[in-house]
């Protein structure tokens, strides 16, 4: 079984508007509404490609309500920790152009005793599980060693972590060595306080995470692709197939999804990788994140170049 958390999940809304503009009204053309936040998104690719997934997480109110029965109906089996406060609402906003603009809710404010019936639940099920993914941000209330604290607990029991979050949490969870670390090229920048980075650069920052423990390292690069790196066996940049984004918001999960499901079914390094990045591809060309069509993975996974770098 793959376990995802999501500790502050979504009801991600799109919004089609003609031009955005601020300090204007705006009629929308079209809404469409999807069960969200990061690991939410990683359960539903993980579903659609056949794996045994549990959702979990911290998840609260109408919202709340709201995104279970929204798993429900797509057959995603979910286990939630139910706070007192409303999980957040997420919004995408598409011009005519295709531009997205995001705005996303800081979620709901979280108590310890809330944060313990979190971390126990997340024990119960690591001890079931091969792989437990980590995505998203961090609701209020919880402190920046949120990750940290959940990472080392479920490799105590033998399943493998991974994670994708961003700043302080990501930087304080690296000392737990989770198995996968998977940041965007922004959130490195955030990380490391810097605004441009060389591909050596890159390659100097995935050296001393490697050297902290973590096994495998991807900074994906949007339609660019990714840079993949395993720990000892050298680094890959992954290029996409090009195509006509609809709506690239979830590629990322997407792409997580993919890679964890070719380790849960031991492929090989490089079909792992392949795999990733056409799922994160096939995620692009959908209105919502996360919805997939399994055909399309299988398509693009062929299109998907394997360059070898020598930045490890
Ligand atoms: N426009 C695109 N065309 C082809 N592939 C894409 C495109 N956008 C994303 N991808 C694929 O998906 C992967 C992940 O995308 P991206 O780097 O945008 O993730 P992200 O910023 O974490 O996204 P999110 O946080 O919205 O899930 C990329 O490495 C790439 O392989
Ligand atoms: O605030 P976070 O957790 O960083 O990001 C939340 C979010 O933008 O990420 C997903 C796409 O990756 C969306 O489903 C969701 O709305």
């Known amino acids: ?128 599980s091969s792989f437990v993914v980590f995505s998203g941000s961090l609701p209020l209330g919880l402190d920046q060693s949120a990750y940290q604290q959940l990472v080392h607990l479920v490799q105590q029991s033998g399943a493998k972590a991974v994670l994708d979050t961003s700043g302080a949490a990501f930087r304080a969870a690296l000392d737990a060595c ?55 066996a050298g680094a890959w940049l992954a290029i996409p197939p090009q195509i006509e984004a609809v709506n690239p918001v979830g590629s990322g999960d997407s792409f997580v999804a993919g890679f964890v499901a070719g380790l849960a079914e031991h492929r090989s390094l490089e079909e792992c990788i392949q795999w990733a990045v056409a799922c994160g591809a096939a995620n692009a060309l959908e209105e919502r994140a996360g919805e997939i069509v399994p055909d399309r993975i299988r398509e693009f996974n062929p299109q998907v170049k394997l360059v070898r770098l020598s930045i490890t």
Not at 194 to 218: D, K, S
Request: glycine share 10%; proline share 4%; hydrophobic share 40%.
């Open 1 to 128: 079984m793959i376990t995802t958390v999501t500790l502050n999940p979504a009801i991600d809304k799109t919004y089609r508007i003609r031009e955005l503009k601020c300090g204007r009204i705006h009629r929308v053309q079209q809404v469409t509404e999807a069960p969200g936040g990061k690991g939410i998104n990683v359960a539903k690719v993980l579903h659609r490609l056949g794996q045994q997934v549990v959702a979990t997480g911290l998840i609260g109110g109408y919202n709340g309500q709201r995104i279970c029965h929204l798993l429900d109906e797509m057959h995603i089996n979910h286990d939630f920790c139910r706070v007192s406060g409303e999980s957040r609402l997420c919004l995408n906003m598409i011009d005519d152009q295709g531009v997205g603009t995001e705005v996303l809710e800081p979620g709901p404010a979280i108590s310890p005793a809330e944060w313990k019936r979190m971390k126990d639940k997340c024990a119960d099920l690591a001890k079931q």
């Open 178 to 232: 989770p198995f996968m670390v998977k940041p965007n090229l922004d959130e490195v920048r955030q990380i490391l306080g810097a605004n441009m980075l060389t591909r050596e650069e890159i390659g100097q920052v995935i050296q001393e995470w490697h050297q902290h423990g973590v096994e495998w390292i991807a900074v994906s690069l949007g339609a660019e692709g990714a840079i993949v790196s395993r720990r000892d």
